[in-house]
């Protein structure tokens, strides 16, 4: 019983971790549009650059996701015993993670009708 507390607590965690780095990244992002508003010649538009900080958090969110079915592999093979089944836990969150955004690109149009609103 002690076993399955403990994967499916790795397994939430993996969840977290995904999260907690795409917020890290996409306050990152929220800093770098800031500055490129701020030094930019034209008047600031509140619904373009809010519109810009709504695609950051989805980009953030997803691309972590689909960095993490990279990484998380490679720190599953690179560490410690005890540490094992915290990074196979983050594949399997990221992997989760990746289909679900995958599925909806694919039902919203994909990149394609992305790039072409813009």
Known sequence: MEALQEGFSAFISGFARVFLVSIVIWMIGLVVILFKEMFHSRELNLRDYLQKV???????????????????????????????????????AAVILSIIYLYIRKQTGGFKKAKQSE
């Open 54 to 92: 709504w695609k950051m958090l989805l980009a953030s969110f997803e691309f972590t996701a689909y960095g993490a079915v990279v990484v998380g592999p490679i720190l599953f093979l690179r560490a410690e015993e005890e540490e094992r089944l915290t990074y196979g836990m983050l594949t399997v």
